[in-house]
């Protein structure tokens, strides 16, 4: 069965750094890129980051590029998101998804919520 | 950016009846993928590559179109999906998701 289990989300204040990660099983994490997609309270999704499968190339929208960095470790099968300069339209919920075909999320983990907050 | 714009936001079905769900993207995309939500709860993939339904999808599921125009179709609306759903694309960066269509139960 395929889990994805995030994990280091809290409450933190703008400026400042955290690290979100995401414990994947059930399937052979080197073999699929990986994603974030995060969700406001109450919007929709947005889209986040994307790793390939050896890490080697990322994707970014503009309103994360360069204070966001995705990363991943396939001894450990774990997907990190390192989220800098954080502001406060950053606040949501952080889902860590698999990627099939390049394209959509065939699976999802059950999230991690983080606010930005002074 | 391609701008998926889902129509209606929100809308209320009776059970048996049929609904039909539109995403209308800003330029072509080769393939829409849908999403499922329910309250509290993560995304569900449940149409991809336009038509194909996700492992699970019950068959009064289906999705088509093409272009720039795609849609969701439930042939006999049930209680259980009430839900909001999204669209996505990725045929060109950034990846984006419509903003969401709320289907409720009348």
């Known amino acids: 069965e395929v889990q994805l289990v995030e994990s280091g989300g809290g409450l933190v204040q703008p400026g400042r750094s955290l690290k979100l990660s995401c414990a994947a099983s059930?399937?052979?994490?080197?073999?699929?890129?990986m994603a974030w997609v995060r969700q406001a309270p109450k919007k929709g999704l947005e889209w986040v980051a994307t790793i390939s499968t050896s890490g080697s190339r990322t994707y970014y929208p503009d309103s994360v590029k360069g204070r966001f960095t995705i990363s991943r470790d396939n001894a450990k099968s774990s997907l990190y998101l390192q989220m800098n300069s954080l502001k406060s339209e950053d606040t949501a919920t952080y889902y860590c998804?698999?990627?099939?075909?390049?394209?959509?999320?065939?699976?999802w983990g059950q999230g991690v919520m983080v606010t930005v907050s002074s | 950016e391609i701008v998926l714009t889902q129509s209606p936001t929100t809308m209320a079905a009776s059970p048996g009846e049929k609904v039909t769900l539109t995403c209308r993207a800003s330029s072509s995309v080769s393939y829409m993928h849908w999403y499922q939500q329910k309250s509290g709860a993560s995304p569900k993939l449940w149409i991809y590559d336009t038509s194909n339904r996700a492992s699970g999808v019950p068959n009064r599921f289906s999705g088509s179109g093409s272009g720039t125009s795609y849609s969701l179709t439930i042939s006999s609306m049930e209680t259980e999906d009430a839900a909001t759903y999204y669209c996505q694309q990725w045929s060109s960066n950034p990846l984006t998701f419509g903003s969401g269509t709320k289907l409720e139960i009348k």
């Open positions: 998804a698999r990627h099939q075909g390049s394209s959509y999320f065939d699976y």
């Open positions: 059930g399937f052979t994490f080197s073999n699929y890129y």
